[in-house]
């Protein structure tokens, strides 16, 4: 049964609504262009295939989708999943020249397609702002062919300890970088409390395997800062 947290999601959407024309430029600026690295660390672990099918929920403007494509010469398809109008239009005019993207305004937890639909399922910095992530994940698993995979590229916790107070006090930042190239500081302090409450790498591994998923495994990237998330469904 869905448990659709129904503040978390008015916030959310408050949120990007007030970032979506400047959501890849803080991209950049927040991650110095590493975000660009991570991405690409996500599509090589995935390791796509010519005529893959992949769902990618919580899409933004569709950077993952556009990566996954390059990546297998544009002979695949892409469902964007995006909760945001703004944000998916964004994507929509973004990519509006690609014909084997499709874009869907719909919920993590609610997803508008047939079981087993898809090769892979791919989320990108979206999961912390899922309603209900055991929703989501049990629709991630429905979504997904026998064989299929979820690969999850979120912010995690970092062992290091002289890393993570130069990384806290950085994040004490972001919200006064949000203020001068957005002009508002909310939605930035809004992104680095659901990075500080989101869950470490072995408590996420342990919530997908609590939702079916086998083989589960991460990766930790730039120390733990952000890490990849991958597992299977198998039957």
């Known amino acids: 049964m869905t448990n659709i947290n129904q503040s978390k999601l008015k916030k959310a959407t408050r949120v990007f609504n007030d970032v979506f024309n400047k959501y890849d430029v803080m991209n950049d600026i927040m991650s110095f262009g ?10 090589d672990w995935m390791n796509p295939k010519k005529g893959d099918y992949l769902v990618d929920v ?3 403007t569709g950077d993952i989708a556009n990566a996954f494509l390059k990546r297998i010469n544009y002979l695949g398809k892409v469902a964007c999943v ?3 109008k703004l944000m998916m239009n964004e994507g929509k005019n973004k990519f509006k020249n690609l014909k084997n993207i499709s874009w869907h305004h719909s919920l993590a937890e609610k997803l508008p397609f047939k079981d087993e639909t898809f090769d892979t399922y791919s989320v990108s910095f979206g999961m912390r702002n899922f309603a209900d992530i055991n929703s989501s994940l049990k629709e991630a698993r429905r979504v997904l062919k026998i064989g299929g995979r979820i690969i999850c590229l979120e912010f995690s916790k970092i062992d290091n300890e002289i890393l993570n107070k130069f990384y806290k006090l950085y994040s004490k930042s972001i919200p006064l970088i949000g203020k001068y190239v957005v002009g508002n500081s909310e939605p930035y302090e809004y992104l680095t409390k659901t990075i500080e ?7 996420l591994k342990d919530i997908f395997i609590k939702n079916g998923f086998d ?3 991460f990766r930790n990237l730039s120390g733990g800062i952000v890490a990849i998330h991958s597992g299977w469904k198998i039957e």
């Open 215 to 217: 083989n589960v495994e």
């Open 82 to 84: 995006e909760p945001n």
């Open 58 to 60: 919580a899409s933004g």
């Open 34 to 43: 590493i975000h660009r690295i991570w991405k690409k660390r996500l599509i």
């Open 197 to 203: 409450e989101f869950y470490s790498q072995r408590e």
